[in-house]
């Protein structure tokens, strides 16, 4: 075989080498943009469709405060509203599953009729209130409770205003407070010992007008029983501003049903019911606020206090994110929304393929 | 055994390949940056907040009284955590009018900014723009 044969077989086959190694080394590089590029407009996408969870009021827009109503569309604007990002009370309870009358995530996704992303929905207030009971002391025939109360963002501290109420049998006081710049404060409250039981201390923080959070803390009021977990003896479901009562136990009594926002309490009136379920009427309230309602009751021996949130929060409905695969690629988005005057933060996760 | 002939086709070659490589890593330096979303994000994230802050007055309001501890603390829970800004408030001259920093010490590789008319609602009706700017922190 000649030299030059030779030369060319050689020139020919380091020539293939390199073309494909340069070809495999480019494709590796470049296929993580290229499938970027291919997803690239994933997230405004998924940034419409959160704007249309928010700004439209699904079909019928009145599927919220009818319980008999699964949305065909899903929206949870409220109809008609002259300003944006204002949601519907009922169609935000209704994502609760511990209403009665709460949608499924399978409902949810059939009315949002987008096939190819799962969502995930949260709706909570805009920072963070805790209480703890610290101290007790009895004088006469009254005790006093002594609470601290820390209000913070994730870990930043904030100043708020109190205003806090204990509820326990039919006796109901309010006391107001505040938090320092380091996010801590403490309220005391007195309670006659006559009205022994599961009372409960319902605290509002508010910053601005517009900025409330709450919290609802259960705690034994001159009795050795332990309070029970909220809903052991009644569930509560407001809809469409009626509380909907039903009752765990065939002999319960009603000793006062209350609802409070951060302004004004009410006695609520009971409207229907029989000795399973019940009904009371709801105000319409235009404080700035969430309502709380609260009701004490008797069952055999047990003094109970059990309430809900109106809107009921906090809200986490959908798809289950905790094991998703690597293939998956999950979007959050963050809005501030309206309810009823006060804001609250809605988050949405979008998931679909990377 | 090797002539010259083979040689250079074997730089050719080489050559080449270099050539078509050089350009595809050209290419990808020309893409577009990746934290493009995050910065979208973040000017609707302030925008949102100002306008929410704005809804009923309030906004205004502070801006009326000089405020300036009062619109930080609002926005502090209003801004998604992990974002630092800083507030500028001009009157309708383009005048900065607040004399003290009203954020958190702005510091991030990308810094967006967001202007908002604001109308105060006071018997007055004064009128000022408010220039808030963010970064994503860390």
């Known amino acids: 075989m000649p030299a030059s044969s030779i030369d060319i077989i050689l020139a020919c086959s380091i020539m293939i080498m390199l073309a494909s190694s340069a070809m495999a080394i480019t494709s590796m590089t470049l296929t993580p943009y290229l499938n970027e590029l291919s997803h690239n407009n994933d997230v405004e996408r998924y940034e419409h469709l959160a704007k249309y969870i928010l700004l439209n009021p699904g079909t019928p827009s009145n599927w919220g405060s009818d319980p008999e ?30 209403n009665a009358y709460s949608l499924t995530y399978l409902q949810v996704l059939e009315a949002f009729g987008v096939r190819d992303v799962g969502l995930r929905m949260e709706i909570k207030p805009l920072f963070d209130l805790s209480v703890d009971l610290v101290s007790n002391s009895t004088e006469g025939n009254e005790t006093t409770y002594t609470f601290d109360v820390v209000t913070r963002k994730s870990e930043l501290p904030i100043s708020a205003q109190l205003s806090c109420y204990v509820i326990s049998r039919d006796y109901v006081d309010n ?21 022994n039981g599961t009372a409960l201390l319902v605290s509002f923080a508010r910053v601005e007008t517009q900025i409330v959070t709450f919290n609802v803390y259960p ?33 319960e009594q009603v000793l006062r049903a ?86 609250y933060e809605f988050t949405v996760k979008f998931v679909g393929s990377r | 055994m090797f002539n010259k002939k083979g040689q250079v086709r074997m730089l050719e070659a080489f050559l080449a390949v270099l050539v078509i490589f050089s350009a595809s890593i050209i290419s990808i330096k020309f893409y577009p940056p990746t934290n493009f979303d995050d910065e979208k994000m973040l000017s609707a994230s302030g925008m949102q907040a100002l306008i929410e802050l704005d809804s009923n007055g309030t906004l205004g309001r502070f801006i009326d009284e000089r405020n300036w501890p009062a619109i930080r603390e609002n926005l502090k829970i209003l801004l998604p955590v992990g974002v630092s800004y800083n507030v500028t408030i001009y ?33 007055e009706c004064h009128f000022y723009v408010v220039r808030l700017q963010l970064a994503l922190v860390g």
């Open chain 1, 69 to 98: 109503i699964v949305p065909n569309s899903f929206g949870l604007a409220f109809a008609n509203s002259p300003h944006p990002y204002q949601l519907d009370i009922d169609k935000v309870s209704r994502l609760n599953d511990e």
């Open chain 1, 219 to 251: 705690f034994s009021h001159n009795s050795s029983t332990t309070p029970e977990p909220n809903g052991t003896f009644m569930r509560l479901s407001p809809l469409n501003y009626t509380l909907n009562v039903s009752f765990s136990y065939p002999d």
């Open chain 1, 258 to 343: 209350q609802v409070f926002t951060y302004n004004y309490t009410f006695e609520m009136t009971q409207t229907a019911g029989d000795n399973q379920t019940a009904e009371y009427s709801v105000p319409h309230l235009l404080d700035a606020s969430p309502m709380i309602m609260a009701i004490t009751g008797v069952n055999a021996s047990s003094i109970f206090a059990e309430w809900v949130s109106y809107p009921q929060l906090p809200i986490e409905i959908g798809a289950d994110l905790s094991d998703l695969g690597a293939a998956a690629k999950v979007v959050p988005l963050t809005y501030i929304v309206t309810i009823n005057s006060a804001l």
């Open chain 1, 175 to 195: 006391v107001v407070s505040s938090t320092s710049s380091s996010g801590n404060g403490s309220v005391s409250v007195t309670v006659p010992n006559l009205a």
């Open chain 2, 91 to 123: 009157d309708d001259a383009m005048h900065q009018i607040n004399d003290s920093t009203i954020g958190n010490g702005l510091k991030g590789q990308k810094i967006v900014s967001v202007e908002y008319p604001c109308v105060s609602q006071s018997s």
